[in-house]
Nanobody
Framework: QGQLVESGGGLVQAGGSLRLSCVAS????????TGWFRQAPGKEREFVAA????????TYADSVKGRFTISRDNVKTTVYLQMNSLKPEDTAVYYC?????????????????WGQGTQVTVSS
């Protein structure tokens, strides 16, 4: 078990950028892949991006490919999500989560620890 804490959300105009951070503590980080998911009001949670434990493998949802970049610093036990060219449809609560495996996976049922989320609002 461990804890994940997201930060970096906020209000930004369309076309702007934000960088989200996910700081992990406890046993939830070392050796595991990490993913970012989001949930907009009235919609189901959806996958955004994931990174393997080594950082050598990443995967993205088609809707964010080319605009978002996931990275990690295992010394700082932190995973980042750099979001560029933001669109109003990116508005959601963003969650980070720790995977059951070392790989980068898009399947939410393979994640065991979740953060509390950080709100991202993109105005048009």
């Amino acid at each position: 078990q461990g804890q994940l804490v997201e930060s970096g959300g906020g209000l930004v105009q369309a076309g702007g950028s934000l960088r989200l951070s996910c700081v992990a503590s406890g046993r939830t980080f070392r050796g595991y892949g990490t993913g970012w998911f989001r949930q907009a009001p009235g919609k189901e949670r959806e996958f955004v991006a994931a990174i393997s434990w080594s950082g050598g493998s990443t995967t993205y949802a088609d809707s964010v490919k080319g605009r978002f970049t996931i990275s990690r610093d295992n010394v700082k036990t932190t995973v980042y999500l750099q979001m560029n060219s933001l669109k109003p449809e990116d508005t959601a609560v963003y969650y980070c989560a720790s995977s059951d495996t070392a790989i980068a996976t898009m399947y939410g049922n393979l994640y065991h620890d979740w953060g509390q989320g950080t709100q991202v609002t993109v105005s048009s």
